[in-house]
């Protein structure tokens, strides 16, 4: 795969290429830090069934749309929605998506510097280094987060200025399978330790009587997050696309690899949870709340290759941490490059200059979380949860009624010949224009409407 190229445009040599950067975006800590974290935190099973009911029902035709708004316009959000329309609001929208970009980013890089220092905290155990392990360990170390931070943020940029190299699609290509192989070892391995049952339980045996407007805009905000929709990602990869690509075969692709993997170590996950309780560790608080907080995984995670012991807990360990941080790469990159691509079709700017830039506030906003990790859940909920999916509403409407479905399917047609007289189109359609918008604006008025509520209580 050649790349997110400086000059011209349209350059994911092979098909496989912008699958592969498009999965890449979307697996990353959304996967395996975010979905089990809210999870635990949303009881379990009735969280998974309304996520992934949410996954196919809103996710993969918002995905589809971004993708062909991307890939018509061959421009980034701002400029898409210009391109595609005369209107005045929708550029607007998409700066807001610009901006989702760089506050999830701030954060997004503190969590993964958590999983390089888990990297190093593996082999310093291994070694005995108790002390150095329980140092770089330390989540609430202000400086060694922000350290941490601005390494991963360093890779991405370099990464950013290159292009998404052919070292990246090697990378992808290889380590996300050896990701999928290592998880299904583990869970093999957790399903034989006493405790694991009772989490095998609370993640598969819904209870539907937790579902409430809470879990449920939680679940569409994780549908949005980790499909890495709703802020443009995939409407400015697609611009990078050729014609000859079949958008909804790509897309059905990236949502079932996507969604694969957080169920995959939802099982990882769960069952760890209760077997670290089993052996008393607190994890719940008495009002059911994490104590770890966003640090779930990270509190159980190396707690489990330890207890493996020996070399084979330092194996998986450190390569499951390492392969983390690799995902995590591949997602930041995608984050990067919305706001860089923006300044650079927007501002003329050359896209170093542009990266360095965005890349360094970026940075800045994410020393100030470094120290303040609270901060992290607050950007998440504003940006993640509430403002992923006011982007896709906003896809949606626009697609629907201002661009016009008509014009997305001349831009669909191309790659995907029968289009006209495929199921897909109509169903497609109808998605776009009632579904979509309809459940995404219910949740998001309920839940306006609660915040109000508790503002004023
Ligand atoms: N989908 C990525 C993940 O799961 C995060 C992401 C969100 C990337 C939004 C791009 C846009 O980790």
């Not at 403002?387 to 669909?412: D, Q, S």
Request: proline letters at 4%; aromatic letters at 14%; charged letters at 10%.
């Amino acid at each position: 795969m050649a790349a997110i190229d400086t000059s011209a445009r349209g350059n994911w040599n092979t098909k496989l290429g912008f699958i592969l950067a498009a999965a890449g975006s979307a697996v990353g800590l959304g996967n395996i830090w975010r979905f089990p974290t809210v999870m635990a935190e949303n009881g379990g099973a009735a969280f998974l069934f309304i996520y992934a009911l949410l996954v196919f029902i809103i996710g993969y035709p918002v995905m589809v749309a971004e993708m062909s708004m991307g890939r018509s316009s061959q421009k980034n959000p701002v400029g898409a929605f210009r391109a595609l329309s005369n209107s005045r609001f929708f550029p607007i929208v998409g700066f807001w998506m610009v901006l989702c970009g760089i506050a999830i980013l701030s954060f997004y890089i503190v969590i993964a510097g958590w999983t390089i220092s888990y990297f190093f905290e593996q082999i310093f155990f291994y070694a005995g280094w108790y002390d150095l392990a329980s140092f770089i360990a330390d989540t609430d170390n202000g400086w060694l987060n922000a350290i941490l931070a601005i390494i991963f943020m360093g890779l991405t940029i370099s990464i950013i200025l290159g292009g998404v190299s052919d070292g990246i699609e090697r990378a992808v290509r290889m380590l996300m399978p050896m990701l999928v192989v290592i998880i299904v070892i583990l869970i093999g391995y957790v399903l034989f330790q006493p405790g694991a049952s009772e989490g095998l339980r609370v993640y598969l045996v819904p209870d539907f009587s937790a579902i409430t407007p809470d879990l449920i805009l939680a679940a569409l905000g994780q549908a949005f997050f980790s499909l890495s929709l709703g802020m443009g990602a995939l409407i400015t990869y697609g611009s990078y696309l050729s014609k000859k690509e079949n958008i909804p075969e790509a897309a059905g692709y990236v949502t079932v690899f996507d969604i694969g993997i957080a169920f995959l170590a939802g099982l990882l996950v769960m069952p760890t949870i209760y077997i670290a309780q089993s052996q008393g560790m607190v994890i719940f608080d008495d009002d059911g709340n994490l104590v770890a907080g966003i640090a779930l995984i990270f509190q159980v995670l190396p707690e489990l290759f330890h207890e493996m012991g020996g070399l084979i807990g330092l194996i998986f360990g450190a390569t499951f941490f390492f392969l983390l941080s690799i995902a995590a790469l591949t997602s930041s990159i995608s984050l990067l490059e919305v706001p860089t691509s923006y300044t650079i079709d927007e501002h003329r700017m050359p896209r170093k200059k542009a990266a360095l830039l965005i890349g360094g506030t970026v940075t800045i906003i994410s020393i100030i979380l470094s120290f303040n990790t609270g901060g992290i859940d607050i950007l998440n909920y504003v940006f993640s949860d509430l403002g992923l999916p006011l982007g896709g509403l906003m896809i949606c409407l626009f697609l629907g009624y201002v661009w016009k479905t008509e014009n997305a399917r001349h831009e669909i047609r191309s790659g995907f010949e029968g289009l006209d007289e495929h199921w897909f189109w109509p169903v497609w359609t109808f998605f776009v224009r009632y579904i979509c918008p309809i459940l995404i604006g219910l949740v998001l008025v309920v839940t306006a409407y609660e915040l109000i509520g508790t503002l004023f209580a």
